[in-house]
């Protein structure tokens, strides 16, 4: 082998292998953006703060075990976070999930509904217990416990498989129709309710009224409650 030939292999040696470097770091690069751009897209964060919001509803019922009034205030926001949430999904996310997943989607969905009917049916029943009491604390465990594996699912399989097929546009389109539908969907319990829409819609803006009217006559956190939590 020549030298001059030698000299040029041995400075093209670095010059490949820093290519090759270069390259393996711009695709993990690129494949933990992309990641991270799908855990903050719009419709993952909507859905994520509400999940949020249940835990923290939950956790200042607990703290305020021996706090009768306290207790019974943290429970009705809880319960008007949780059902509110659950309707909008399924009138908003799970026909997206179907839309744009196929079958694997229509799999997903019904079986979020299912779960959604398990919850529905535990808050049913917390209103014709008491706060505070020991059947209260006992099915809101449970409810709690039945609730968290499901956002973990949803968080975890449902939101990124979908969040792929979208863009970033059409997310933020979703969240703003998730918040909207949110504002008039029943804000408590109805579990013989439909769950699908266009009937679920329909059933949920003639119920949403009545649940309003209890609502103004029951207890909810203070301005002072949030602040100072």
Not at 200 to 222: C, H, M, N, Q, R
């Amino acid at each position: 082998m020549s030298r001059p030939f030698a000299l040029a292999q041995a400075s093209f040696r670095p010059s490949l292998l820093t290519a090759q470097r270069s390259r393996v770091y711009l695709r993990l690069s690129s494949q933990f953006n992309f990641r991270k751009a799908m855990s903050t897209r719009a419709l993952t964060a909507a859905i994520k703060d509400d999940h949020e919001e249940m835990y923290e509803y939950h956790e200042k019922y607990q703290k305020a075990s021996g706090d009768v009034d306290t207790q019974e205030r943290w429970a009705r926001q809880l319960i008007w976070e949780v059902a509110r949430h659950a309707v909008g999904e399924e009138i908003v996310v799970y026909p997206l999930m179907e839309k744009h997943l196929g079958a694997k989607g229509k799999e997903l969905a019904d079986h979020d509904r299912k779960e959604h009917q398990d919850v529905k049916q535990y808050l049913s029943d917390l209103e014709s217990l008491t706060p505070g009491s020991s059947d209260y604390d006992a099915l809101l465990e449970k409810t709690m416990k039945h609730l968290k594996p499901h956002n973990d699912d949803e968080e975890n399989t449902d939101l990124p498989l979908l969040e792929e097929k979208l863009s970033a546009e059409e997310s933020q389109e979703a969240a703003d129709s998730f918040k909207r539908t949110k504002k008039f969907v029943p804000t408590r319990a109805h579990p013989s309710a439909p769950n699908q829409p266009p009937l679920e819609t329909i059933v949920g803006f003639l119920t949403a009224p009545l649940d309003k009217l209890k609502d103004a006559f029951s207890k909810f956190p203070t301005d002072e409650m949030k602040n100072s939590s």
